[in-house]
């Protein structure tokens, strides 16, 4: 199993940058897929995902701001965030399956709002 912990979310002013940290406990993390979702009044989106492999995913809203990342010997990845827009505000949500798992992780989410 998975405990996540994610971390760095703030306030900030549009065009600022965040990056938001999860970092894994119980597991190799590096077998893992993980993904960053957004909640918001009103939704739940995926926001970006990095394969066990890799390989990385973006929602087109933020393709070109954000940068999903893995350091797997620190068992974390990263959501670098820049040139922010208000429309970003939300909370973030990490999350983790493993390949033919039947359940998935998430952790306790952290608050990104952006306002001038």
């Known amino acids: 199993q998975v405990q996540l912990v994610e971390s760095g979310g703030g306030l900030v002013q549009p065009g600022g940058s965040l990056r938001l940290s999860c970092v894994a406990s119980?597991?190799?993390?590096?077998?893992?897929?993980v993904s960053w979702y957004l909640q918001a009044p009103g939704k739940r989106e995926l926001v970006a995902r990095v394969?066990?492999?890799?390989?990385?995913d973006y929602a087109d809203s933020v393709k070109g701001r954000f940068t999903i990342s893995r350091d797997n010997p620190k068992n974390t990845v990263y959501l670098q965030m820049n040139s922010l827009k208000p429309e970003d505000t939300a909370v973030y949500y990490c999350?983790?399956?493993?390949?033919?798992?039947?359940?998935?992780?998430w952790g306790q989410g952290t608050q990104v709002t952006v306002s001038s």
């Open positions: 999350n983790a399956r493993k390949r033919g798992a039947p359940v998935d992780y």
């Open positions: 119980g597991d190799i993390f590096s077998g893992y897929a």
């Open positions: 394969t066990g492999g890799g390989s990385t």
